[in-house]
């Protein structure tokens, strides 16, 4: 059941028409409409909205819960749906919210890895399944609204939230949270978050992001724009503001952009609790529906409505909006519900597994004194140290709004147990760096578990930067404001979570590594995390590393899967891993005005002339695979390329093959990535894949006519597995030609 709180009505509720169904039955005998072909959505929603009184019409455009219930919000998250704009006496039930970026967060439900990690599988069709997982979960919570698309970009890896995103690529990230989108409204509406520019956490409710139309339109904006094509019902808009005007006010991108530009129909909800600033200004700005409590709106609307301050077509516009939307999903989502026996159950931890293993990416496996690459590891080793602060932990990642609580959970040092139950496994404290070298130096290999947790990046649920006058008209000005604004502040440094620090692991954890590789020359490094950390300090030092991310509930099975090569590694880098912070954007944690151009991540090493660590789609396998780019068709609407793929080792693998336009002209080519596809094969297979191909990094907007059109320059298209480091022997990109023949794909051919 939802948080649902009664509201007084301005006026008699309307009489129903003789014969018509009883008032508790309106919202489903219209749904029934809908579903039989009777009725269109907007019909329907007119229809419910007749028989609304003011007070009624008013409630859709907030939270029902009353602000007292404020400070319960972090435990009343995880118990029940919050509901807005529920009328129990036409029978509307309202939206009825979840959060669910890595699975829903009430109750005990399935965790999943975290969205970056899913990002790092480079496969919408498995991501596809997990949105259809996490919908199917949030339903039977009693939930028709699952804020788990979250597709802000990933402008520095040192933000606290990156975790929750789908990595530095427009492209990358819109196919992902498209297939998230999908696959949640077989069950759930799907809100995208958090619409638009945000990226850092520590300063979310205050900073203003300064952007030129170009970066905006080009960059920051089409995996937006991707998800709402994909169907999304909803968007969340940010805290932050964008060229001085808070998102919640910002008709610009509201209604401009997202509207009448893109043609969006759904509605629009508030980040929560300080996501509101102006309660009349939100509404015609674009912003529907205040949430999650009865906050601003439901103090300063009524008032407003009655003297003429805002116009009754404003609320009847939301108002539609907003049933439209549900009304439809009501009527168009899958029957029967499904079972409640399917929270945690078998398939979806199977699929969590699945998944984490998918995700699990090899950055380095060198040989070792047989001569042979350490990983996986040989059938004969029987002594194995596995040692770390974070070995036998349970790390989910972020305990903020996200965060999801399933019923069990596996390490990796159980995993490790469980996989290898004729091995001696030995570990250690925490801490204890004397005895981590006493085991590493005792063992055949030696496996290193280090990484962040929850507190060390993760969602600032107390920030100096909050908006205190939410909580009532007497704290707007005055010394209880600013009384209550500085224990904010105060509070701020002392909570742990939001933007990391360093970009580096914690000392301690480096000098693990050091004195267990020293003492034991067959390491491996296992990093937990929710997006880059740089190497350079001890990477030399040890023959194997490994990126294990937040993996879920099944994470420690799935990383041991890869360690022992029951499975191969299947994840590739979805952002770059550089040699020194310098060379990404500068961060600044406590900025209240910060500058986003199009340079960010590989794209600024490469104008910059740097080698990373890693580059953008990077990740190693157990087998060799080669590809060759046979031909490709390709105009400023899109395309296809044809790639030839041959698995040349001796065991099955995967290979994502990425394709890779750039302007040649220029003196240093910047990679952009226009598609990709996820292939696995036999040994000595080979196939031709068809993969498609995205237009928009080689496009440009007139911010005037916002018509697209063709860059300049002499572009050229390369098949790679990472984003390439020259482009001596790339194919010139033939714009309205094509070299392919109509003959279909040897790969049926998918959205990749």
Partial sequence: MGIVTGRRNARPPKQRRAGGPPEGDAHDEVVREIRAGRLDADAAAERLIERLTDAELLGLLDGDSPRRLLPLIPVLLHRRPFVAGAVPRLGIPGIRFSDGARGVVIGESTAFPVTMARAATWDPVLEEQVGEAIGAET??????????????????????????????????????????????????????????????????????????????????????????????????????????????????????????????????????????????????????????????????????????????ATVLRSARRILRTTLLHAATRAEPQPSADVVAGSAHRALARHVAEESIVLLANRPVDDGAPLLPLSATTRRIAVVGRLADRANLGDHGSSRVRPPTTVSPLQGLREALPDADITTTPAGNVRAAVAAAAAADTAIVVVGFDQHDEGESVV????????????????????????????????????????????PSDERLILAVAAANPRTVVVLIGGSAILTEAWRDHVPALVLAWYGGMEGGRALADVLTGVVEPGGRLPFVIPTDPAHLPPFDREAKAVVYDDRWGQRRLDEEGHTPAFPFGFGLGYTTIDHRLLGHRFDDTGGTAEVLV???????????????????????????????????????????????????????????????????????????????????????????????????????????
């Avoid at 008209?473 to 502040?489: C, E, F, N, Y």
């Fill in 139 to 312: 339903r039977i919570r009693g939930a028709n609204y699952s804020a788990s698309v979250c597709v802000n970009l990933l402008r520095h890896p040192a933000w606290g939230r990156a975790q929750e995103c789908y990595g530095e690529d427009p492209v990358l990230t819109g196919r992902m949270g498209s297939a998230m989108t999908r696959g949640v409204r077989v069950h759930t509406m799907a809100c995208v978050k958090h619409f638009a520019l945000n990226s850092m956490e520590d300063e979310r409710f205050e900073v203003d992001v300064s952007v030129d139309d170009h970066a905006l339109h080009e960059v920051y904006l089409p995996h937006f724009k991707a998800v709402i094509d994909a169907g999304a019902d909803s968007v969340m808009s940010a805290y932050n503001r964008v060229r001085g005007e808070y998102m919640d006010v910002n008709r610009p991108l509201l209604t401009d952009v997202l509207r009448e530009e893109w043609g969006f129909t759904g509605f629009v909800t508030s980040d929560w609790v300080f996501g509101t600033h102006d309660a009349v200004g939100s509404l015609e700005a674009g912003m529907d529906v205040e949430m999650p409590l009865r906050l601003r709106r439901a103090h300063e609307l009524p008032a407003a409505l009655r003297d003429g301050t805002l116009e009754h």
């Fill in 463 to 506: 920030t100096g930067g909050v908006d205190v006058g939410v909580l009532g008209a007497a704290l707007d000005s005055g010394r209880l404001r600013s009384a209550i604004t500085g224990v904010a502040h105060l509070a701020s440094r002392f909570v742990r979570g939001g933007d990391r620090t360093s970009l580096r692991l914690r």
């Fill in 646 to 752: 041959t698995n040349t080792g001796h065991r099955e693998g995967s290979t994502v093959v990425q394709l890779y336009a750039a302007d040649t002209a220029v003196d240093r080519p910047v990679a952009q990535l226009l598609g990709f596809r996820k292939v696995t094969l036999q040994p000595g297979e080979e196939r031709v894949v068809r993969i498609v191909l995205d237009p928009t990094p080689t496009l440009e907007r007139d911010p005037v006519t916002r018509r697209w059109s063709a860059r300049a320059g002499d572009w050229a298209l390369q098949a790679a597995q990472h984003s390439p480091s020259t482009w001596a022997d790339a194919t010139p990109l033939r714009i309205g030609d094509s070299d392919l023949d109509d003959a279909p794909a040897r790969l049926p051919d998918t959205a990749g």
